[in-house]
């Protein structure tokens, strides 16, 4: 089973970049598609984007397409969110999950990055 930790959240100016990091351990880190979700305060989890076995397919929310990138290295076993142009409303706790190949749902999460945009 992977376990999954995530790094890089912090406060940053609305209109600045962050690099989010997910580092996988405890599995074979190809076997999984990668995705990270978010939560604002008293809002749901929601999609952000995500990003096949080999990093050959991704798929973004409405909300962030053309201003974050998703992308893995297999070698380092590490999926990234690169967030540029980000706004107050990208302000929220972020998850990465995986989601093992012979399964429709992503069954691990990891702990969560706050990510704060001040306006």
């Known amino acids: 089973q992977v376990q999954l930790v995530e790094s890089g959240g912090g406060l940053v100016q609305a209109g600045g970049s962050l690099r989010l990091s997910c580092a996988a351990s405890g599995g074979t880190f190809s076997a999984y598609s990668m995705g990270w979700f978010r939560q604002a305060p008293g809002k749901e989890r929601e999609f952000v984007a995500a990003?096949?076995?080999?990093?050959?397919?991704?798929n973004y929310a409405d909300s962030v397409k053309g201003r974050f990138t998703i992308f893995r290295d297999n070698v380092k076993n590490t999926v990234y969110l690169q967030m540029s142009s980000l706004k107050p409303e990208d302000t929220a706790v972020y998850y990465c999950?995986?989601?093992?190949?012979?399964?429709?749902?992503?069954?691990?999460w990891g702990q969560g990055t706050r990510v704060t945009v001040s306006s």
């Open positions: 990003v096949s076995r080999f990093g050959r397919n991704t």
């Open positions: 999950a995986a989601r093992w190949y012979g399964s429709d749902d992503y069954g691990y």
